[in-house]
């Protein structure tokens, strides 16, 4: 490496002490190329290269610096050496201060007075440099007050370097409570200074006597020099001349270097113009930032910047600073504009506006943006629940969608609700609590302004939820229950007129989704008393659910007729009973969820006008079923859909079910639904009262009560209308059999045996036990003592009509009326009973013991001729029917 690229060395300092301002000649090894590659001189760690003069690369002048170390190294630090060292030190010396008052032999150095109380550089009044304890002692000063003083001593001061100077007032002020033996030492000080003051003019004067000699000797030879110069030349005195001389270098210097002075102040101003750009950039970029941070969304940035801005320069008197203060302002404005615009757009989410409303916060916007936010929102969510009832009554697609639209919409309602109004009530608990402005309290003044304002808007945001509630339930209501909205109301959220009705499952969904609004309201903890208007709404539509499923269900039971195919099972019944029960259940099934009473909600069925239409609709469903039996009933072959059923009497199993052959006619009919009939009675109203208490319902009782009445009036129609068809035949057949051939009970052969119309009357009375025992077991014993009644007492009235009997015609009556009774003995009820005993009694007796062995052969060969056909009338030998 070159020796120019050394590091600096210094070897010696000339002189190696002195006091602040001394000047020193310092030598060493490459202390630089030239002035500009010198950028460091320091001496006792003040950097002195302000003062600095280089010389040469082995020779540095410069004055010493305040610095505070005593003593210290001299470092040099060039461009090409960089940070250099030394081998010698330099040794500081505090100087003996010589104030402006002071006398001194030598010249002093002006400089700078410093204000030691401020620490600020600026010049003081020489006054003001004077002693602070002028009498040498400790200063104690009183408590007399300055008034006090001043109405004392009026027109004088306690200031010593005034010229109305009071010592009394000076002493009175600093010396009130100081010992007479100090204030005699402060006055045997002030002899002594004034004695030093004395001998320390003299010995200045005796110190620069050869300078004052000196001095009278130039002014002398001066003097006379004008004084020769002016009587001997013409062109002026030597002064004149002098002036002259003076003059026209000035002149010339200002010729010369008035360009260069221009251009260096020129520069100045430059220089200084830069100076305030660099020291104030902050504010003159602040503009400009302002644009760029915003178009970058750096809002934080902009406004910290602002507050600095405004701290700074909010209050400024300077025009330069005004103008770019004012442009700041308007950039300012501009971003409110901005911020505010963000912050009422819609949708947005809770977090952005916070975050707006912060800003606007932070830059003094005018009004109160969080409530402007709120009002906003509040407006939106109306409009956005407004457009979706628009939107579903103008879609004329529906035929397309499996789910309704009112369903629909009440889902797309749910979604706007819970979507928006937890935000918007968030947003309200952020602005009522403060933590719109600060999460951690450090802004207490807006915190509490927004509490304020929360307090003064507490009604206004009430109505707000008020009106979304409101149009909610009123939406819904003139989708789902147009009745109970006013004519006015209805032309603002009906419309659904030309929309199918919703039945009882679509209904359910419905109040699903109004539950599931409620309960997130409810979790956003809104009072109660703003969502009680969703209660009452739920209320009714639970009971609208209700009454629309009954009516509905009403519709299905009537249609279940169309479903009847008059196969019977083991029992005689059909599926239609078990359809019937099946088709309440389900109807009670979906009924569950609408009649579930959830927290804060009424029992539905405990209101009174619910339970008396719930109870008249359910005993509605009863009784049209039990039309739909009797319009089975009445219809014609014609009319009956072709199931088939017949018994096959050549099988072993003479009961063994159906055949797909033969059409069940009109009395088969009547028999399947009085089998129907009963099993109601006996089984289906009691399952159908359990279900419904099982269900809640009340009135069970009365619902029970009023179905099997309707169900046994029919029963007893329709079973003496088969009656009448089964038993008027045989009955109207007894007469013209018992009289056929001319038949004489006064004139008539020795009896053989029961005659023809008997057997004939008994075989009809068996085609109708097997087409009643074909179709129910249970109903036989019904039919055939009716059908028994009717023989007996025809049997009887035909015997009391009789005048006279001879004893062959008292042997055949007696014979007939015995085989009959016999025969048919296990269907006799008392009245059948006595219409025997009356056709008996109307009959000779028979006292030969011949003639009653005699009837008794009869009756026995007759039993034994027919016992296969008369088996059917044995109850021991009845079998059930198998399927």
Known sequence: ?????????????????GTSWTKVTIRGENLGTGPADLVGLFICGHNCLLTAEWMSASKIVCHVGPAKDDKGEIIVSTKSGGHGTSTVSF????????????????WVDEMNYYDMRTDRNKGISPLSLRPSNPLGIDVDKGKVPLKDLEAMFPGVSGDFTSENFSATWYLIENHSVTSFDQLRMAASNL?????????????????GLSTFFEAQDALAAIHQRLESDGTEKVEGSMTQRLENVLNRASDTADTLFQEVLGRKDKADSTRNALNVLQRFKFLFNLPLNIERNTHKGDYDVVINDYEKAKSLFGNTEVPVFKKVYAEVETRIGALRSLLLDKLLETPSTLHDQKRYIRYLSDLHAPGDPAWQCIYAQHKWILGLMQNCKEEFINDQRAWRYETPQQVQFVEKLSDVVIGQLPNFWKLWI????????????????QVEKSKKNARQRQN????????VTHRLVKLVRGALLPSTLTELELRLYGGWESKTELTGPWLTQVIHTVRIIFEALVALEIPNDLLQVIQDLLLELRHHCLLVTLHHTAGDVKRLAEKEDWVVDNEGITSLPAQFEQCMVQMLQSLKEPMETKPGEVNILQLDQAQDQASELCVHIMRVFVNCLEQLSNKTDGDINTSHISVDLASPDPFSGLQ???C??????????????????KHTFLNMAEHFEKHGFTGTDKITQVSVHAVKELDESLFDAYIERKSDPIVGSLEPGIYAGYFDWRDCSTPTGVRNYLKEALVNII????????????????????????????????????SSFSMNGAIQARLEINALRDVVASYLSSESHANFKQALEALPQLHSGADQKFLEELLNRFKSSMQLQLTCFQPSNVQPVKR
């Open 460 to 467: 206004d945001f009430k109505k707000m939820i008020e009106e």
């Open 660 to 662: 797909e052959d033969f």
């Open 664 to 681: 069940a006619t009109p009395e088969q009919r009547l028999l399947i639904i009085l089998s129907n009939c009963q099993y109601l009675e």
């Open 767 to 802: 085609t109708v036990h097997a087409e009643v025992f074909t179709v129910s077991k249970e109903l036989v014993p019904r039919v055939l003592t009716r059908i028994v009644d009717g023989v007996a007492e025809e049997m009887s009235r035909l015997m009391q009509c009789v």
């Open 191 to 207: 002899k002594k200074q004034a004695t030093r003051k004395n001998e320390g003019s003299l010995a200045y004067v005796k110190g």
């Open 1 to 17: 490496m070159s020796r120019a690229h050394q590091p600096p060395l210094v070897t010696g300092i000339s002189p190696n002490e």
């Open 430 to 445: 952020s602005y009522v609590n403060g933590s719109l402005f600060s999460e951690t309290g450090e802004k207490s003044g």
């Open 91 to 106: 040794k500081l010396l505090k100087a003996e201060k010589i104030g402006i008052l002071d006398q001194s032999a030598v």
